[in-house]
């Protein structure tokens, strides 16, 4: 394993369990001491690792040296002796760790700090960035972009945050079930995002994170076993992962760069995959509520059971993104319907959806909005127009990859 390969795969996945099982230990509204500890044992094992080669139990090394990276913060406070009386001090004090690695009791543990994450106290946007920064490992850049946010924003959603928790003052147990249910919809949230950034990443250095979308699958699925995650919401957003993933190989050429679904080999699609994927979307429907994964799972599943991309089912896909907006009322999703209309019914009316409309600032400065303006417009022989679309959208390009998919779409 390189050094590059550490901080990009194993550290990643790695530091939402570490920090989730000692915050559990030491107290959420320690978390920032926490996530010292954490980053400060990952840059040692990264120092060391990479000189002496990997310890036999890498994880536990990792743990082994946050908890000695914590405890020693907290040895040198004033607050030393009210902290390790209060909080359970003989659960972080001398233990070794490997008990603790069990793979179930950190899966509860992570799934856990998700639900105390999803306070109702804390604003929920603030939620979502603090459990991406704290978490899923997410930096603040890569939140910026997923959400469509400034990164100063993000830094004062996640200061809010923190400084709630430190009012708060959770406990790890004790959830009732009406509180697991009310905070549900925001771990799903949690979820879909941390899936999202595995499916279209927005790191320069790679398009997909396989490792990430995998993470986001494991821990959706453990929420589908337990019984405060057990709901047709969370039975079909682990259809649209697996819908997702199993077309995941056929997504990339063998320089790495993106491929336009028409230009995609289904064979390369996991059928495994995609029959896991409808068997969730089967159980989602056993119940009388549908939700924004819903209607993503189904144009999921059209794109999947379609034989090639021209005999998609456009007048469904279209029909779902209209639920979809129905369901949560966004102008990227009446920008995808008027994607699907236009393969549906000619470029013409795909762009009569968005004739007259007034995107967001936020999505007016996003390549999303100028890209298929300039495609529409290209195809409705508006060129001038299509023009000035196209350079917006490639210069708004998050990463290279991103611009050279545009590049090749919108020139053809």
């Given at each position: ?28 509204e ?9 980053q ?41 002796r009210?902290i ?32 105390v ?90 398009a ?21 995650g ?46 896991e ?32 991309f ?8 279209a029909?779902?993104y ?32 968005l004739?007259g ?48 998919l ?7």
């Open positions: 394993m390189t050094a590059p390969s550490l901080v990009d795969h194993f550290f990643r996945h790695e530091y939402g369990r570490l920090v989730a099982m000692l915050a559990c230990r030491i107290g959420v320690h978390t920032e001491d926490v996530e010292d500890a954490v400060s044992a990952m840059m040692s094992a990264l120092e060391h690792w990479t000189i002496s080669g990997l310890p036999d139990n890498p994880s536990a090394w990792l743990f082994r040296a946050a908890q000695n990276n914590l405890m020693g913060e907290l040895r040198q406070r004033t607050r030393r009210r390790l009386q209060e909080q359970a001090a003989d659960d972080v004090g001398t233990g070794d760790g490997p008990d603790v690695f069990l793979a179930g009791e950190l899966q509860d543990e992570l799934l856990r700090m998700l639900f994450c999803c306070d109702d106290a804390i604003p929920p946007e603030s939620q979502l960035v603090f459990a991406l920064k704290t978490l899923c490992g997410f930096d603040v850049r890569e939140i910026a972009i997923r959400l469509f946010a400034s990164e100063a924003n993000v830094y004062k959603r996640l200061g809010r945050a923190r400084s709630r928790l430190r009012e708060l003052r959770p406990k790890m147990d004790g959830l009732s079930q009406e509180q697991l249910s009310l905070r549900l919809p925001a771990v799903h949230k949690v979820l879909y995002l941390l899936f999202t950034e595995g499916y279209l990443s927005s790191s320069a250095e790679m997909l994170r396989r490792e990430l979308c995998d993470e986001a699958i494991r821990l959706t699925n453990l929420l589908a076993e337990h019984p405060a057990q709901s047709p919401e969370t039975c079909a957003l682990l259809s649209l992962m697996h819908l997702h993933v199993a077309r995941m190989s056929a997504r990339q050429d063998g320089t790495g760069g993106l491929l336009l679904l028409e230009e995609q080999d289904r064979d390369l699609w996991n059928q495994n995959g995609i029959q994927g409808l068997k969730w979307l089967a159980k989602s429907a056993e119940g009388d509520s549908f939700s924004r994964y819903h209607a993503e799972a189904g144009i999921a599943a059209e794109h999947c059971l379609a034989p090639c021209a005999e998609t089912r456009w007048d469904k896909v029909e779902c209209e639920l979809l907006e129905q369901r949560v009322t966004s102008p990227i999703h009446r920008l995808n319907r008027a994607v699907a209309v236009a393969e549906w019914k000619g470029a013409t009316e795909g762009l009569a959806i004739d409309f007034e995107p967001p600032t936020w999505l007016a400065g996003s390549y999303l909005w100028s890209a298929v303006l300039a495609d529409l417009h290209r195809r409705c022989g508006n060129s001038t127009e299509a023009e000035r679309c196209r350079e917006v959208a490639l210069d708004s390009a998050p990463t290279p990859q991103v611009k050279e545009l590049q090749r779409r919108l020139e053809t």
